[in-house]
């Protein structure tokens, strides 16, 4: 199953850790149990931010972003960041929520 989901994640780069919102294609790959994000594109975080190369983190995932001219590039797919040893729950990337709101406009064009 395929969904539109709003994630909060954490932004770094250039310096600058800040958090943000990106919008992602959600995929349920039922054979693993494991969520595949997609299509991940910043769409929130401070103004002030340089351009350059950042990357986002979220849940056990991370993406890169860039900025260029004051606006985000669509990103790519999320990759897993597998669990390092020694590594606590509590040391991982970032544990935000997703927020369970899929967008209307664009519910009807996934399935």
């Not at 250039?14 to 294609?25: D, V």
């Not at 797919?77 to 406009?105: K, M, Y």
Request: aromatic share 6%; net charge neutral; glycine share 10%.
């Amino acid at each position: 199953m395929r969904s539109v989901v709003l994630i909060q994640g954490l932004l770094r780069g250039m310096g600058r850790e800040a958090l943000c919102e990106l919008l992602a294609m959600k995929e349920s790959q039922p054979e693993t149990g494991a969520n595949l994000y997609t299509r991940c594109s910043v769409i929130d975080a401070p103004w002030d931010l340089p351009d350059g190369d950042y990357t986002v983190t979220f849940f056990d995932c991370i993406v890169s972003a860039r900025r260029e001219g004051g606006l985000w590039v669509p990103g790519g797919t999320a990759v897993h960041i597998p669990p390092h040893p020694g590594r606590s729950a509590v040391d991982r990337p970032q544990q935000f929520q997703e927020s369970p709101r899929i967008l209307p406009a664009l519910r009807n064009r996934v399935a």
